[in-house]
């Protein structure tokens, strides 16, 4: 009865849409069930997915071991637990300060820490604007780099260590870091240089440029470790450490370079000729009109050329530098640990992914507040 | 020109951390820096690997570190340059490093047209073959066709294609850059065949889940006399290095232990040989540049030459290599030191 | 070395050599070419002054001694005995093999996470993301070492090889081995048929693209095209006889002979690179759909065009503008990452020439030489190529 009274004339109060229309059942028919070819891509992604993911726990959780002294000792606890061993995590556990900090000193490994920490000071006025006394905080980012190398190295009042000691993560954290404040500077040069209007100039950049960008990073470190001491006059050498990062340091400025060069081209010719006619000198006009706008259009190049850098620092294993995944590979030459090499490669992986990841969310967040569109 | 040059010349110095200054000799160099610089590998099992503390361990390392004690006074002073097979010679030929312990195989180019040094045999060692028990091979001549996995870097691939080639056999080659690369391949059965020295081998079997589901051929198609190597012109410091390496063999041979170094040390004994190598008689020391006491502070910080074997590489580590060819000559080896006299 | 000379004479011009605008740029440029002249002057003495201090030479006379090593990927007759040239020749062609190999798998697979990554399923999307993300911010070395464990890990022994078509394919972490095509000289008449079918296409091309300016009629090019490509070379492979054999891998001894076989270093390297690749590739083809503002399509229905057409002659072409220059750097890259084959014993340039031939011949000046001027040689053609498509595409402003 009640419902023929709803049904009268001019007084038809709003349904609720149908159940199938909206919450999770809604959600689920419009998503992945709209129509014939999204059912099957979905039906097969979630066969791929439970191809690929239990294995992938199963080896990374529930079968891993986590404390043991040895491989041998992992898989008796695994054949003990009655499963299948997983990943022998013990190893990671067992060898985690090297992984970190390499062959440093452990009574000075606080230096490191303090340089991390001391990182991370210095990073945060340059990443965020609202940061109270900016302005003072940027003299120290400034100068942070200097206090980190004198932490690192010691001297003056610290005991020195010398750079074969450095390894592991702290390693790729040197040549990351260094490459990446190095090459900015430079990069911007270069660019500057392939614009410029003086033919020598010019074509020096680009012949760097070129060279550069023309090999791999690997054949650099080959010359590096390999040749580099031959162009040196007789009898004096170069720390390996330093080849390696002014070699990262000049091959990424040259990515760099190119990437500001295409933030230069995008300006309408129309800044330049107006700064000119403001009667602004050269420098004045790049400081004041151009970098500053060039420098905002390339900052998703020149983030995803730092990404590019910081990944590419595991390729110093191959001259025998030991960055994680070097030291990783030199721990299994321990009779202990032989034959884990996956482990190490996951372990690494995380790590990369986890810095990376980052640096590529902090871009993303830099290109949208950096967005003056409309 | 002249100032351009002058100019980028002392830009160079000014960058370069004057390391090395070849004018004086190399003992003097290492001597006034207060360290030794060593080039090992970037970690082959008992030879030269870091432990779990991060610290330089094994048979290689522990002769850097006897050196280091006899120049030195002090088996810690040793900087540890890790190499590959690729840069190790360019190392130590361009003064980075100033003396070589890594697994390399003597050979008359290297000693000539790589312009090194050799000062001696610290390890007799051959190419050999391993392959699972379950192929039923015997010996090396049933390979024909075979996979095989081998090292780069070392001389393993030419003796390889030199044999393969003698004998009339056909094969393929796995290079791989790592010894742990190298074993991945072969235990997912990438490989029938691993191949590299017969040490390598032995440890490498040592450390497999089963060791006995594996052989290692009779066949030795190779000589490997590994040994430590200096650059080629630096007679003095050749000559320390040698002797040290000589005094540890020479001390096994004659009973000279890490145990009781120090004991024959305070005072001359009835052995004369002992007596020459501890300093209490003549002084032999100086012949080379150094005191008397070098030989006690090399073989009471690492112990004789059977010693650094036996704690690295010996029968109960985890490699179980027996002395073989590397036990004194007196002991049915071919390991024989010149006398200190 | 001008300013010290002048400065004496003319105290002024020594003035306008640093402050007029015109003059400065002179001055700056004689003086970085002088440094630079210096430096390498600098370099080259020193490399010439320490090669001559151990006793070595700068020669390539190397090059024509015997190798004295094996390669197990050889696509040219090598043995032994080859010299080291040779070896080099190995090397390139591998490191070619793989690029090219990697450009075209990194290229689809790309094209194809990238439309999935705009798709509306809502469970591919959020998978393809997570791939992309995953890939892009992990080193594409440890990409190369994981495939290639898994690859030798997972695949079985020769013994236990799987198999498909009865015997003509085997799968095995050995290789991958598929039947080899030994073709009789008839296969001349098929070869000729092909390129005949080219050059139809070619000019059909043309000839339609005329009729279709004066009159509006469009042919079906493409089914043509096809036709004369594909169909007319197999109709005259039919009336041929069949003049292909098949030589069968089979497994005698230790491994599988005869037939085809990818190794497993390939594979591995192969798919790496390219599942590497294919990611970034993803996200530019993703970038290049999303630039085409959605009013072009709009624009081509109201015009009446069928949406293949748009398709074919809007979207296309206008994302392809945006896409390309991003996509030759990324094949560059391709082909400079192939030389982490090393890692995995994969024999590129880098491991031949690069590699063994270094260790053993202790050259290290020479092979870095060549190395370097080859990966140059590559990259210069590619950049040639990208300048002009730049120049060809280049939206014509007013």
């Known amino acids: 009865m009640s419902t023929e009274r709803s049904h009268a004339v001019g007084e038809h109060p709003e349904l609720p849409p149908p159940s199938t229309e909206v919450g999770i059942i809604g959600w689920v028919r419009h998503n992945l069930l709209s129509s014939t070819t999204n059912i099957v891509i979905t039906v097969l992604t979630i066969y791929f997915l439970y191809i690929i993911v239990p294995p992938m726990l199963n080896w990374i959780f529930f079968d891993a071991v986590f404390s043991a002294d040895s491989r041998d000792d992992c898989r008796a606890i695994a054949k003990a637990a009655g499963h299948e061993m997983g990943a022998c995590w013990a190893f990671i556990g067992k060898r985690f300060e090297i992984f970190v900090y390499g062959f440093y000193p452990a009574e000075e490994r606080w230096r490191i820490n303090l340089s991390f920490i001391l990182m991370l000071a210095a990073l945060v006025p340059v990443l965020f604007d609202h940061v109270p006394y900016r302005k003072q905080a940027l003299w120290f980012s400034l100068a942070a780099p200097f206090i980190i190398g004198w932490l690192l190295l010691g001297g003056m009042g610290l005991t020195p260590v010398p750079t074969d000691k450095f390894g592991g993560f702290m390693l790729t954290l040197v040549i990351g870091v260094t490459g990446i404040v190095g090459s900015l500077p430079i990069g911007i040069a270069l660019a500057l240089g392939r614009q410029s209007h003086m033919p020598a100039l010019r074509m020096v950049c680009v012949a760097f440029i070129e060279f550069i960008r023309g090999v791999p990073l690997i054949t650099l470190l080959f010359v590096a470790s390999t040749m580099l001491n031959y162009f040196l006059p007789p009898g004096t050498t170069f720390d390996l450490l330093l080849r390696v990062l002014i070699m990262v340091t000049l091959f990424s400025a040259a990515y760099i370079a190119e990437v500001i060069r295409g933030g230069l081209q995008a300006l309408p010719k129309g800044q330049i000729e107006a700064a000119d006619s403001m009667g602004l000198k050269y420098w004045q006009s790049m400081r004041l009109i151009i970098l500053p706008q060039a420098l905002k259009i390339s900052i998703p190049g020149i983030v995803n050329t730092f990404i590019g850098l910081y990944k590419d620092t595991t390729l110093v294993i191959i001259i025998g530098l030991f960055d994680p995944l070097g030291m990783g590979r030199a721990s299994l030459a321990d009779t202990k640990w032989q034959g884990l090499s996956t482990e190490i490669y996951v372990f690494v992986a995380i790590f990369f992914f986890v810095s990376c990841f980052s640096m590529a969310r902090y871009s993303l967040y830099l290109e949208k507040k950096l967005y003056t569109g409309h | ?341 | 070395m001008a300013a010290t000379e002048t400065s004496s004479s003319n105290p002024s011009l020594f003035y306008r050599l640093f402050f007029d605008k015109e003059l400065r740029s002179v001055t700056i440029q004689v003086i970085t070419m002088a440094l630079i002249f210096a430096f390498f002057f600098f370099i080259v003495n020193n490399a010439i002054t320490n090669l001559e201090a151990i006793g070595k030479g700068y020669s390539f006379s190397f090059l024509w001694d015997a190798s004295n090593y094996d390669i197990n990927q050889t696509l040219i007759e090598y043995n032994s005995r080859s010299p080291h040239w040779r070896a080099a020749v190995v090397g390139l062609i591998n490191t070619l093999l793989v690029a090219v190999a990697g450009i075209i798998l990194s290229t689809i697979v790309g094209f194809l996470l990238g439309v999935l990554r705009l798709s509306s399923n809502w469970l591919i999307n959020r998978v393809v993301y997570v791939y992309i993300e995953y890939v892009r911010n992990v080193p594409v070395l440890l990409h190369i070492l994981l495939v290639h464990g898994i690859v030798v890990n997972t695949l079985p022994i020769p013994k236990n090889a799987l198999m498909a078509f009865d015997g003509t394919l085997f799968l095995t972490n050995r290789g991958f081995y598929t039947p080899k095509p030994l073709f009789e000289p008839a296969m001349w008449a098929v070869l000729i048929a092909f390129v005949i079918g080219v050059g139809f296409t070619i000019w059909f091309k043309g000839y339609a693209k005329k009729i279709q300016d004066a009159t509006g009629k469009i042919y079906p090019v493409l089914w043509i095209s096809l036709g004369a490509i594909l169909l007319f070379p197999t109709i005259v492979f039919f009336l041929a006889g069949l003049p292909v054999n098949f030589e069968y891998p089979e497994l005698k001894g230790f491994n599988f002979k005869g037939g085809l076989v990818l190794r497993p270093e390939f594979v591995a390297l192969w798919l790496a690179l390219s599942l590497y690749t294919a990611a970034f590739i993803a996200e530019i083809v993703r970038a290049g759909i999303q630039a085409i503002s959605h009013g072009q399509t709009e624009a081509a229905f109201a015009l009446g065009i069928k949406p293949s057409r748009t398709m074919s002659l809007v979207i296309i072409p206008q994302a392809l503008r945006v896409i390309i220059p991003p996509l030759s750097s990324q094949y560059l890259n391709i082909t400079k990452n192939s030389s982490l084959a090393i890692a995995i014993g994969y024999m590129d340039i880098v491991a031949t020439i690069g590699g063994i031939s270094l260790n053993q011949t202790g050259r290290e000046m020479e092979c870095m030489t060549i190395v370097l001027a080859i990966y140059l040689a590559f990259s210069l053609m590619i950049s040639a190529f990208m300048n002009w498509y730049n120049k060809r595409m280049k939206l014509v402003e007013r």
């Open chain 2, 1 to 341: 020109m002249k100032l351009f040059k002058t100019l980028a010349v002392s830009a160079a110095v000014a960058l370069a951390s004057t390391s090395g200054a070849a004018t004086a000799g190399t003992l003097q160099d290492v001597q006034a820096r207060g360290e030794l610089n060593c080039v090992v590998t970037t970690g082959v099992a008992g030879f030269a690997a870091p432990d779990d503390a991060g610290r330089w361990a094994g048979f290689d390392v522990d002769f850097c570190r006897a050196t280091a004690a006899a120049v030195l006074g002090d088996a810690d002073k040793v900087k540890f340059i890790p190499t590959t097979g690729k840069t190790r010679f360019t190392v130590l030929n361009s003064g980075e490093g100033d003396l070589l312990y890594r697994n390399t195989t003597i050979t008359m180019s290297r000693d000539a047209d790589l312009k090194l040094t050799f000062l001696g045999v610290n390890y007799y060692d051959g190419q050999g073959f391993m392959v699972p028990k379950a192929l039923g091979v015997t010996s090396a001549k049933e390979l024909d066709g075979a996979s095989i996995c081998i090292q780069t870097g070392t001389t393993t691939e030419l003796n390889l294609a030199d044999y393969f080639r003698a004998n009339n056999m056909s094969y393929e080659p796995v290079a791989i850059e790592t010894n742990e690369e190298g074993q991945v391949n072969y235990l997912a059965g990438r490989c029938d065949v691993y191949t590299t020295d017969a040490s390598g081998l032995a440890s490498t079997r040592g450390t497999f889940d089963s060791p006995n589901a594996h052989i290692i051929l009779p066949e030795i198609i190779s000589k490997e006399p590994l040994g430590p190597a200096v650059r080629q012109g630096d007679d003095q410091w050749a000559d320390v290095t040698r002797w040290v390496l000589n005094v540890l063999i020479a001390a096994e041979e004659a009973g000279l232990t890490q145990g009781n170094v120090k004991g024959h040390a305070a005072k001359a004994g009835s052995n004369v040989d002992i007596n020459r190598m501890v300093g209490t008689e003549g002084d032999f020391g100086s012949m080379i540049g150094l005191d008397k006491q070098w030989a006690v502070r090399a073989i009471s910080a690492v112990g004789n030459y059977g010693e650094i074997f036996e704690r690295n590489i010996g029968v109960n580590t985890g490699l179980g290599l027996a002395r073989g060819l590397n036990a004194q000559w007196t002991n049915g080896g071919i390991l024989y030191s010149p006398p200190v006299r």
